[in-house]
Each structure stands twice: as C-alpha cells, then as structure tokens.
C-alpha cells in the first residue's frame, strides 16, 4: 500500500503523506508541550478568541491555497491554469513524492486550515500579543468579505426583483393594448 495510483495515473504520496503527518502531530506535541511550560492556557480560549482563530484560519488558508496574490508560494509545487474557478485562476498539484504531497497542501483550503491553526495557536502560545494582531487583522478581512458577499446577494435580489417587475409591467402593458384592440 505504498503509493497507489490516483485516477489520473499519478502515484499518491502516502510516504510524503506519512512525514507530513509526523512533523504535524511533532507541531501539536509541541504546541502541546509549551502551553504546559509556558504555563499558557489554564483556561479553555474565551469564545471570541476561538471564533476569531476559526475566522483567521479561514481567511489565511484561502489566501494561500487559491488567491492570485499567493501564485508564487504555489509555483514549485502547482500547475496553473486559466479556467476552473470563477476568477478566471486554477492551481493543481504537479510532481512525485513530497513534491505532489506539498502541491496537495497548497491547493486544499480544508487540507491547509489544521497547519495554519497550529501555527495561530503556536503563536498565542508563545507570543500572545502579536498572534491577536494578525488573527484580528484576518479575522477582520473574513467578516468584511462575508459582509460583501451578503451586500451582493441582497443586491441580486433587488435586480431580480426590479427585473420581475418589470416583466410584469410589461405583461400588463401587452395585455391592457390586447383588450383595448379587442374593443375597438
């Protein structure tokens, strides 16, 4: 069971998956083990740190897997395309081995949000003030781009809306000349 082949012909890299499941579970053991001699933590995270961790994560992960901007970090280990999402941008995983097992990472929102959770929390381990500011900062970007995305759809809903009425008035105004015809 050492590398089975994946449905485009490719090998998987369950090897390379292996390290990277290593150096995590390392990464957690660590985190783990600060919080425990930094004595951080004694309590659970307060709900508002624990949602805005949760937003940061979310923003960060899909900054780096799919946004433009993050291409350079993504090129030695992607293919990209022009087609396949609606910005016009697409990575894929290209290469063998840890190569692939990398491009997998870096093209998978759900599969980079546990590495960049490690690192936030890592962060407020270890430097608690500065990892606030940047988990802010990000969740900050995540509320404004759910903000933008609501204005959207409620804008939507209006053109529809004033599209539907439109038609109708229309239907009315065909209907309204068909009687007065008829009439006359």
């Known amino acids: 069971m050492e590398d089975q082949l994946l449905e485009n012909g490719g090998k998987s890299p369950f090897s390379a998956y292996r390290v990277l499941s ?19 933590f004694k309590a659970p995270l307060g ?33 990209q395309s022009d087609h396949g999402r609606a910005g016009g941008h697409h990575s894929e995983p290209k290469g063998h081995g840890m190569h692939r097992a990398l491009g997998e990472l870096l093209t998978c929102p759900h599969c980079m949000a546990p590495w960049i959770s490690l690192g ?41 809306e004033k599209h539907e009425l439109t038609q109708l008035e229309e239907a009315q105004r065909r209907e309204e000349e068909r ?3 008829q009439v006359s």
Request: hydrophobic share 55%; net charge positive.
């Open 120 to 160: 936030l929390v890592a962060g407020y381990v270890v430097a608690p003030l500065p990892t606030r500011a940047v988990s802010t900062v990000f969740a900050a970007v995540t509320l404004a781009d759910a903000l933008l995305h609501a204005s959207r759809w409620l804008e939507a809903g209006q053109l529809r």
């Open 22 to 40: 290593v150096a995590f579970n390392s990464g957690l053991l660590g985190v783990a083990s600060g919080a425990v001699l930094l004595r951080r």
């Open 47 to 79: 709900i508002l740190d624990l949602t805005m961790l949760g937003a940061a994560t979310h923003k960060l992960a899909m900054l780096i897997t799919q946004e433009r901007v993050t291409l350079p970090l993504r090129a030695p280990f992607t293919k």
């Open 179 to 181: 009687r007065a015809v």
